[in-house]
Structures are given as structure tokens and as C-alpha cells.
């Protein structure tokens, strides 16, 4: 059956960032389908809840509390998974993100620490996992880029610059990784997680928004999980090096910011 090819049975994944939000959802997706997971944020209680519902689902979960923003912690996640589950075939590098703020008043220190969180943390994990993954003939990787990298905004000078360099990081690794690692990435839209809390119970701001994406709704967490899982499972068996967009149909920011002229 088709369905079967959803299925990661006995594989084993690493995901960022999965505390909550989009990680959360991913890692919780690819337990139900099948896969034991490492867990790995900043917060232990978070990543505990998580665990949870990764026992509830009938996998087992490794909780690894780390401030991700340091690459070399990043790479310690797939030492994790090999010596607890004996192996690694899936990595999500969910892990990123940064605040808004008016080019004028983006400083090359405020640059350089956006790209580390968002890209150097996922060079770090993908190249640290592949040697694992090798050993038990090959595995896939997703980045969780953002629509941000391939439209404009003010305000996005350094997130919308550091998602676009992830998405393209996406097919230069899939290229020097093929065939035996398959890489990927998920462009993300305006989804429902902490980042948007306040920006949602602002019931008029949070209309505005549904009425600027095509689809008139936020994303959900497991529309992106939904998106994860495909690519790393069978069923996307044959997708390497794409960046896959969900997000609604968006092709322009669905919040502006506001900021002036100069």
C-alpha cells in the first residue's frame, strides 16, 4: 500500500529545536510513524513533554537539554543517537530563527550570530550525522528554511538573508551527498507557534494576516511535520535537493512590519 511508504519503522532521528512548535510536531510525527527520536532545546520540561508523547506513540525518546546556538553542541546530537540507538537515518535541522530588525540597525555582529544559529548549527549536525548515517547505508536530512528566504520584507535583512542561505545550503548539499543522503528543505510560511502567540491574540492583526495568505489560515505545526516526514520517509524517496514551500501560497510577507521611509 501506498500509506507504507509514510513509514520509518525502526529508523532513528535527531531533531532540533523540538521543545515545541514546528520540532515538537516533527519529531512526534516521525515516532507515530515509526522512528525513535533524540530531542534536543534549550528546555528540559519542554522536551520532557515531548518524550511523552513519543512513549505514548510506542518510540522511545533520548533527551538532550542544549543551547543550540553553539555548533559544537549541534554536532554532539549524532554522537547521541549512535550511542544510545545504535544508529542515525533522519536529522532535522528545525533549530533557528532571529528577530526583526531595520537594515540600518542590522549590525555584522547581529548577522553573523543569525547565520550561526541557522546555518552553521545545521552544517554542523548534517556533516557530524552523515558518517553515522553511512554506516547504516544512507539517510536524509530536512533544514526548516522560511519563506522569508526567497521573498522581501523590511525588517528581514539578517532572517530573510540566513533562511535564503539555508535553502540554498539545501542544494549544495544534495548535491555533494547524493545518493546515498538525501537533502532537503521546508520552506516555512506563518505557522502557529511561540513566535506568533502575541502577534495571534491580537484578534484583529491576527485577521489581517489570514486575509494576506492565499489558503486564509495559519499553518499549523503538523502541516510543516506532515511536510518533514514525507521527505524523510520513503515516500520522497526520490526528492533531493529541494526546497519544498509550505506555506499557504505566500508571495509576500503577511505581516508588515510597519517601518518607514528613510
Sequence with gaps: MILDRFQVTGKVAVVTGSGRGIGAASAIALAEAGADVVLSSRTEKDLQEVAARIADAGRKAHVVP????????????AEAAKDVFGRLDIVVNNVGGTYPRPLLDTTTDFLEEAFRFNVSTAHALTTAAVPVMLEGGGGAVVNISSVMGRIAGRGFAAYGTVKGALAHYTRIAA???APRVRVNAVSVGTVATSALEVVAANPDLKTKIESAIPLKRIGEPEDIAATVLFLTSPAGAYVTG???EAD???QAPSLDLGLPDL
Excluded at 66 to 77: E, F, I, K, Q, R
Aim: no cysteine; proline share 5%.
Design 66 to 77: 542544549a543551547d543550540l546556538s553553539d555548533p559544537g553542541a549541534a554536532a554532539g546530537l
Design 242 to 244: 529541494k526546497v519544498i
Design 175 to 177: 548535491a555533494d551527498l
Design 248 to 250: 499557504g501560497g505566500l
